[in-house]
């Protein structure tokens, strides 16, 4: 892994979230390129076995054997080829995604040092308990289209290209219906970050409710109201509950249309 100590050293730009993103990108662009050519490498040469497949079906129809064998040999290869890249690509982009994270753990650490006594004026406790369980693995994830994500994109136009081989009507209809499907799931993806905002704050308002009780402890027990405490604990664990809901409402309507609308076309 790389030494953190390193990326506390390298101040990321404050401008705003996607220049925070693209630092982290620098900070790791050798091995972001590696996830990304391996992305490419494996998205695309997913259209491989079913070529392969249909040339040995075709030879089969002919019934000879050697052809048969040839393509099937190619087909067995090409599928293990498919999986070593597979593994390689996951594994880098495990690493990317843990450098992401633990590099923003480090930032964050090195800024609530530098702000000592002052943390407690700028941010509840909630707040950083939450970017320190939560925030960070979001972070880390985001950096999955650096690989998957470029590969799919390239995927796209390699397929269409191939699929003006076989059917012009056909490539146009995947042409336009990514883009479509794009400007449709517009609109719930806005939905969704306003959800996932609400939820987010939700959730820092209660971890910070945690630990005023679990701080207080000795003092509630002595003088009373633990019962006014645990009853807006779960006030607010059920309004956290309810603004889940709503975020998991939201992730299944995209997850439907991502998946219903290119059947339908």
Do not use: C
Not at 34 to 45: D, I, S, Y
Not at 98 to 118: E, I, K, N, W
Not at 196 to 201: D, H, L, N, V
């Amino acid at each position: 892994m790389t030494s953190f100590a390193a990326a506390t050293r390298s101040v990321p730009p404050t401008r705003g979230p996607w220049s925070y993103l693209a630092w982290l990108v620098w900070q790791q662009r050798r091995r972001v390129a590696l996830g990304a050519f391996l992305g490419t490498a494996w998205t695309v040469g997913l259209v491989v076995p079913p070529y392969l497949l249909s040339q040995a079906v075709d030879a089969l129809v002919d019934a000879d054997r050697r052809v048969v064998l040839a393509w099937s040999t190619a087909l067995v290869v090409s599928g293990a080829v498919l999986a070593g890249l597979g593994i390689w690509r996951h594994r880098t982009m495990s690493q990317v995604r843990m450098d992401a994270a633990f590099r923003t753990v480090s930032v964050v650490t090195a800024q609530a040092v530098r702000l000592g006594a002052t943390l407690n004026q700028r941010s509840r406790a909630g707040e950083v308990v939450t970017i320190g369980i939560g925030d960070v693995w979001t972070i880390g994830r985001s950096l999955t289209v650096t690989g998957p994500g470029v590969g799919a994109v390239l995927a796209y136009g390699a397929i269409a290209v191939l699929l003006f081989r076989v059917s012009a009507l056909l490539a146009v209809v995947v042409l336009i219906g990514v883009p479509i499907l794009a400007l449709i799931l517009g609109p719930a993806m806005g939905r969704l970050q306003n959800t996932g905002t609400a939820y987010r704050s939700q959730q820092g308002t209660l971890t910070g409710r945690i630990i005023d009780i679990i701080g207080g402890l000795s003092v509630l027990n002595g003088l009373g109201g633990k019962e006014t405490y645990a009853r807006r604990f779960r006030q607010e664990s059920q309004e956290l509950q309810r603004q889940g809901y709503r975020v998991g409402r939201v992730t299944s309507l995209i997850q439907a249309l991502g998946l219903g609308l290119p059947t339908l076309s």
